[in-house]
């Protein structure tokens, strides 16, 4: 058997009267994630993990901000999509450890519902998914709330 371990973050500036979507749920907050796509912080540093895992570059090479298709696109498909491309070099998810830094909206109580949506997204248990959450006491961009960061690694395995 053949492991390997995957990094991943992305950040994405808030913007006022925004949608706010993070592992697939959308917070109930003033300003949300910017982006070309949905902005979910989360599941994008999570395809990113798991493609720097599987050697198969990140998630701009596969999924373009300069290309339509994607404006606009849950970041489910995306995760979706991702998860193709390791199933097609013979790659399984092993487990996920994500983490959330904001400032607000309160993420803890979504955390269930953000498993739920990832593990029905790449067909692992919610059991290998963990998703943590917390501020960054005021400080930075983060603190001032004008930004979100999520980071994320992962396992895979080839039998």
Known sequence: MKIRVGFGFDVHQLKEGHP???????L????GAYGHSDADVLLHAICDALLGAA???DIGHHFSNKDERWRGISSIILLQ??????????????NID??????APRVNPHVPTMKENIAR????????????????????????EEGVVAYAVCLIEKI
């Open 121 to 144: 997204a790449i067909g692992i248990s919610e059991e290998d998914i963990s998703i943590k959450a917390t501020t960054n006491e005021s400080m930075g961009f983060i603190g001032r």
């Open 20 to 26: 706010f979507i993070m592992g697939g749920v959308a």
């Open 55 to 57: 050697n198969l570059r």
């Open 98 to 103: 994500a983490m959330i830094c904001l400032e």
């Open 81 to 94: 999509e991702c998860v193709k491309l390791l199933d097609q070099k013979g790659w399984t998810i092993g």
């Open 28 to 31: 109930d907050h003033h300003s």
